[in-house]
Nanobody, 122 residues
Framework: QVQLVESGGGLVQAGGSRRLSCAAS????????IGWFRQAPGKDREIVAT????????YYADSVKGRFTISRDNAKNTVYLQMDSLKPADPAVYYC???????????????WGQGTQVTVTS
């Protein structure tokens, strides 16, 4: 079992940057694959990026590829999402989630944080 807490959301101008953090509890953090997801009002939750347990493999949705970077520091039990060149299409509640197996399917993630709001102003 793992508990996740996101932080770092807020207001940012279009074209700007923001870094989100996902802090995890538990001594087995380095066994979990972590994903970042987002959900805008009226839309389904969608995957943004994932990172495997060692940090050696990452996946990005096409909509954020080249702009967002996912990374993890297993010594700090934390996963980061660096968001650059933010666009008006990026605002949403951003969630991190953990899965015991590698997957990009939202339904396969077992543990979720409470989410952090990102708002982009033009």
């Amino acid at each position: 079992q793992v508990q996740l807490v996101e932080s770092g959301g807020g207001l940012v101008q279009a074209g700007g940057s923001r870094r989100l953090s996902c802090a995890a509890s538990g001594r087995t953090f380095n066994t979990w694959l972590i994903g970042w997801f987002r959900q805008a009002p009226g839309k389904d939750r969608e995957i943004v990026a994932t990172i495997n347990n060692s940090g050696g493999y990452t996946y990005y949705a096409d909509s954020v590829k080249g702009r967002f970077t996912i990374s993890r520091d297993n010594a700090k039990n934390t996963v980061y999402l660096q968001m650059d060149s933010l666009k008006p299409a990026d605002p949403a509640v951003y969630y991190c989630a953990a899965s015991a197996v590698y997957t990009i399917l939202v339904r396969s993630y077992n543990y979720w944080g409470q989410g952090t709001q990102v708002t982009v102003t033009s």
